[in-house]
C-alpha cells in the first residue's frame, strides 16, 4: 500500500489555512505513492496507520488497497519505531521544502546531493544550525525533536549537540 495524495490534499497543503495539523501535514507530505506504509511508519510513528486511515477518510489521500485498521491487540513489533539516518535526511529535506527560502533550496540541494554519512551528517547540522532563521522557534524545535525521534542514538550528539565549525 502506497498512499497518494488527491487533489483536496494538494489543494489543502497549498493553503497553510488548511484544518490540518502539523502531524496531517507531515503526514500528507510523505504521502507521495513512494513509500509504503512500512517506511511511512518509521517516519511517522506507531499510529502512522491511523492517521493515513483517517487522512484517507477524510478525501486526502487515495490508496489501491482499502484503508489499513488498527487492531487493539496489533503486536507493537510490527511497527516497532526504527532509527535510521536516511529516514532522517528524508525528513529534514521534506521540512526544508516547506520553506519558501532561497537559503533552504541550498541547504535542501546539499543535503539532497551527500552520500557519504560524514557529509550527511554536516549537511544535517548545518541546516539545523540555519533553520532558526527562515522560521519560528516552535518550528525549529519540532523539527529537533523529530529528528531526535528518528536519528539512530549513534549520530544524536553529532547532529543536534555539535556546534559547527567556525
Known amino acids: 500500500m502506497q498512499p497518494r495524495k488527491t487533489d483536496l490534499a494538494h489543494a489543502a497543503l497549498q493553503a497553510h489555512r488548511a484544518p490540518l495539523d502539523l502531524r ?32 484517507q477518510r477524510e478525501g486526502y489521500l487515495h490508496v489501491e488497497q482499502p484503508a489499513p485498521t488498527v487492531a487493539a491487540d496489533a503486536a507493537p513489533a510490527a511497527m516497532a519505531r526504527r532509527r535510521s539516518l536516511v529516514a532522517a535526511r528524508i525528513y529534514l529535506l521534506d521540512m526544508l521544502a516547506l520553506q519558501r527560502n ?17 557529509d550527511t551528517l554536516h549537511a544535517l547540522r548545518l541546516a539545523l544550525a540555519q533553520l532558526p532563521a527562515m522560521t519560528s522557534d516552535g518550528y525549529v524545535q519540532r523539527v529537533r525533536d523529530r529528528l531526535r525521534e528518528v536519528l539512530p542514538e549513534s549520530h544524536l550528539a553529532a547532529v543536534l549537540e555539535t556546534p559547527l565549525p567556525a
Open 24 to 55: 496531517q501535514r507531515r503526514a500528507l507530505i510523505l504521502c507521495d505513492g513512494k513509500r509504503g506504509l512500512g517506511e511511512l511508519s518509521n517516519l511517522l510513528g506507531d499510529d502512522a496507520p491511523a492517521l493515513i486511515a483517517q487522512l
Open 102 to 118: 532561497p537559503a533552504a533550496a541550498r541547504l535542501h540541494q546539499l543535503l539532497q546531493a551527500t552520500r557519504e554519512e560524514s
